[in-house]
């Protein structure tokens, strides 16, 4: 069975710095790979996905991930992080056929003024 | 366009009661899912329906857990009865579109559930 790993429980960035966030997976093939979203009282929103081609992949918001095969990560970054951006992020992964996710435990990320 | 809705917000329970949550999905979309958000972890799948029928209730436990949707529309999740380990957030995702190919979850804000 698949499984994703984000090694970081909370993250600290100030504001304008720039983000990286991790997630390692674990599957035997390609999985298709997506980043969520999770603001305070909100659902989860998806920033972006990946399932083939160009492994750098764009998303909402600023966002942009990159699918390394050698090192099964999709780490998400962002050159300049605003307040808004403080929340929960999760990572996501899904065997190919299926787009069912399965969640990392998330990430939190706390942006200083 | 409306999102996916879900009602209450918040729950408080006691241990050994019962207790329903209601999702009603963005119009038009004929797949519906249930997933669990304990706190700390990422949301796990209970339930996913394809109109009225399921397709995946593999992470439902079953003896205390039930869902339907009836009439393909909005959808029922029931516990009975809740356990201290069900405290949790409850999430309903619908998407829409083709079978068999991808299409977006949304998702609702949840409703918090604490069992006292």
């Known amino acids: 069975a698949q499984s994703v790993t984000q090694p970081d429980i909370h993250i600290t960035v100030s504001e304008g710095a720039s983000l990286e966030l991790r997630c390692n997976y674990s599957?035997?093939?390609?999985?298709?790979l997506f980043w969520y979203v999770q603001s305070p009282g909100q659902g989860l929103q998806l920033l972006l996905k990946y399932f083939s081609g160009d492994t750098l992949v764009q998303g909402i918001k600023g966002f942009e991930a990159e699918f390394k095969r050698s090192q099964s990560s999709f780490n998400l970054r962002k050159p300049s992080v605003h307040w808004s951006d403080a929340a929960e992020y999760f990572c996501a992964v899904a065997p190919g056929g299926s787009y069912i996710p399965t969640f990392g435990r998330g990430t939190s990320l706390i942006v200083h003024p | 366009e409306a999102g996916v809705a879900q009602s209450p917000r918040y729950k408080i329970i006691e241990k050994r009661q019962s207790v329903a949550f209601w999702c009603n999905p963005i119009s038009g979309h004929a797949t519906l899912y249930w997933y669990q958000q304990i706190l700390g972890q990422g949301p796990k799948l209970l339930i996913q329906f394809q109109n009225n029928g399921v397709v995946d209730d593999s992470q439902l436990p079953k003896d205390r857990f039930s869902a339907e949707r009836l009439k393909g529309v909005d959808s029922t999740l029931k516990i009975q009865p809740a356990k201290l380990e069900d405290s949790a957030v409850y999430l309903c995702?619908?998407?829409?579109?083709?079978?068999?190919?991808?299409?977006?979850?949304?998702f609702g804000p949840g409703t918090r559930l604490t069992v006292l």
């Open positions: 599957y035997g093939a390609t999985p298709y």
């Open positions: 995702a619908s998407s829409g579109g083709l079978a068999g190919g991808y299409n977006e979850q949304f």
